[in-house]
Nanobody
Framework: QVQLVESGGGLVQAGGSLRLSCVASGRTFSTYAMAWFRQAPGKQREFVSSISGSGVSTDYADSVMGRFTISRYNAKNTVYLQMNSLKPDDTAVYYC????????????????WGQGTQVTVSS
């Protein structure tokens, strides 16, 4: 069982930056691929970014490519999402997710989820 706790959300003006963190419980963090998803009001949950267990492989949604960076620090069981040049369209609840094995883009493939952290970008 893996428990995930996100933090770092908040209110920021367009063009600003935020860094989200997700801390995982357990001693086998490096065996889990991690991902960030987001869900805006009235919309389906969508993939944002993923990272392999080793941190070598990453993937991004087209909408955040070049603005967001995912990283992980396995010694601290933590995955990060650095968000720069934020836009009002980035407003959503951001969720951290984990799965054994390789990273994927489909939310249904992730077994463990955090409670979410709200990101609000004002224009």
């Amino acid at each position: 069982q893996v428990q995930l706790v996100e933090s770092g959300g908040g209110l920021v003006q367009a063009g600003g930056s935020l860094r989200l963190s997700c801390v995982a419980s357990g001693r086998t963090f490096s065996t889990y691929a991690m991902a960030w998803f987001r869900q805006a009001p009235g919309k389906q949950r969508e993939f944002v970014s993923s990272i392999s267990g080793s941190g070598v492989s990453t993937d991004y949604a087209d909408s955040v490519m070049g603005r967001f960076t995912i990283s992980r620090y396995n010694a601290k069981n933590t995955v990060y999402l650095q968000m720069n040049s934020l836009k009002p369209d980035d407003t959503a609840v951001y969720y951290c997710a984990a799965r054994m094995g390789s990273a994927r883009m489909g939310s249904a493939l992730y077994n463990y989820w955090g409670q979410g952290t709200q990101v609000t970008v004002s224009s």
